[in-house]
C-alpha cells in the first residue's frame, strides 16, 4: 500500500502542470464565493503543506541558513527593489496614462514571498532551509518595508493590519515549518519516507484545493475586454520575468549548485498574491485590483512549467540529475 502510494504522489508530482492548470480552470468555472470558513481552512492547508515540506528538511541546515542568511537577503533584496523597479517601467511604458494600472502593478511587485514557494522547491530538490528562511525573514520585514513603499508611490501613508498578516504567516509558515524540522531531526531523519508517500500525495491535493479557491476568487474580477487582454499579457510578463530575475539572481551566488537555484527562482518568483488582493482590494479603488488578480493565473502554472524546462535542458546536455544536483553549468 505504502509503494502504490508512494507510485502515486510520484506520478502527480511530474504532472503538477496538469494538476494545476485543472484546479484553476475548476475555481474558474465554478466561482465559489469567498467566506471567513474558506480563508481560514485556506491557512490550514498552507501550515500542512508546510510541515510535510519540512519533514523532509534538517532543522541543523535551517540554523545553519539563518546564521550566514546572505542568501535569502539576497533574495529579498532581488523581492523588493528589482522587481518593483520592473513593475514601475512596465507601468510607465504600457500605462502612462491610467495611473490605477501602473498602481496595481506597484503593489503586485511589493507583496511577500508566497507560502507555496517553499512547496515548489522541495517538489524540484530544491534547498528548502533557504526557501523557508527567505519567507520568514520577509515576514519579520514586510512590515517595516510596506509603510515605506506605499508612501512612496502613493504619496501617503496606508495602514495596513500587518499584526494580522504576521500572524497569518506564523501559523502558515513559522510553527508549522519549526515542528516538522524538529520531527526529522528527533526521527533521524525518517519522516522524510512520510513526505515521499502519504504526506506528499495529500499535500498535492492541498495545493490543488487551494489553486482551486483562489481561481475562484479571482474569477469575478475578471471581465473580457481588450484591456485586460493587454493586462492579461504584462502579467504574464511580470511573472516570467520575476522567475527569470530569481534564476539571473542565483548566478552571483559562489559554487551555486541546482538546488539553490531552484530556491532562488521559486522564492523570489512566488508571491502572496492572495494577501496582496486582500490589501488591493481593502486600501486601493477596484482597478488596482486588477494586475493582482491576473498574477494569480499565472503564478501556478508557470511554476510547474519550470522543471520541464530545466529537465529539457538538462537531456540536451545529456547531463544526469544526479550530475544536475550536484551542479548548475
Known amino acids: 500500500m505504502k509503494i502504490e502510494i508512494a507510485a502515486i504522489n510520484n506520478w502527480l508530482g511530474k504532472r503538477m502542470f496538469l494538476v494545476v492548470v485543472t484546479a484553476l480552470i475548476l475555481g474558474f468555472l465554478m466561482r465559489v ?24 528538511t534538517s532543522l541543523k541546515s535551517f540554523i545553519q541558513v539563518m546564521g550566514k542568511p546572505w542568501i535569502p537577503l539576497w533574495v529579498i533584496l532581488l523581492i523588493h527593489i528589482m522587481t518593483p523597479l520592473t513593475a ?15 498602481l496595481g502593478l506597484l503593489v503586485a511587485a511589493a507583496i511577500p514571498v508566497g507560502v507555496t514557494s517553499v512547496m515548489w522547491t522541495a517538489l524540484t530538490q530544491g534547498n528548502v532551509s533557504i526557501s523557508l528562511v527567505a519567507v520568514t ?17 502613493v504619496g501617503q501613508a496606508v495602514m495596513i493590519n500587518y499584526t494580522s498578516l504576521i500572524i497569518q504567516l506564523v501559523l502558515m509558515v513559522t510553527i508549522p515549518s519549526i515542528l516538522g524540522m524538529v520531527l526529522n531531526d528527533w526521527t533521524g531523519g525518517k519522516t522524510a519516507a512520510f513526505a515521499k508517500g502519504i504526506g506528499g500525495l495529500t499535500s498535492k491535493l492541498a495545493l490543488f484545493v487551494v489553486i482551486f479557491f483562489n481561481g475562484a476568487f479571482v474569477s469575478p474580477a475578471i471581465h473580457m475586454s481588450w484591456d485586460i487582454i493587454q493586462m492579461t499579457a504584462v502579467a504574464l510578463i511580470m511573472v516570467v520575468s520575476a522567475y527569470a530575475l530569481g534564476y539571473v539572481g542565483s548566478l552571483c551566488v559562489p559554487n551555486r ?13 512566488m508571491r502572496n498574491a492572495t494577501c496582496g488582493l486582500v490589501i488591493a482590494v481593502t486600501y486601493f479603488p477596484p482597478a488596482v485590483a486588477v494586475p493582482i488578480a491576473l498574477l494569480m493565473l499565472f503564478q501556478q ?6 522543471p520541464n524546462i530545466f529537465k529539457y535542458l538538462d537531456e540536451k546536455r545529456n547531463i544526469s540529475p544526479q550530475g544536475a544536483t550536484a551542479r548548475v553549468k
Open 88 to 102: 514601475w517601467f512596465l507601468g510607465n511604458l504600457l500605462y502612462a496614462d491610467s495611473p490605477e494600472m501602473q
Open 257 to 269: 549548485s541546482r538546488d539553490i537555484t531552484m530556491a532562488m527562482i521559486y522564492s523570489v518568483g
Open 137 to 153: 525573514l520577509d515576514t519579520l520585514i514586510v512590515p517595516a518595508l510596506l509603510p515605506v513603499y506605499y508612501k512612496i508611490i
Open 33 to 56: 464565493p469567498d467566506s471567513p470558513f474558506i480563508r481560514d481552512l485556506l491557512v490550514v492547508l498552507f501550515a500542512y503543506m508546510t510541515f510535510v515540506t519540512a519533514l523532509s
Open 301 to 306: 502554472p508557470i511554476a510547474a512549467i519550470i
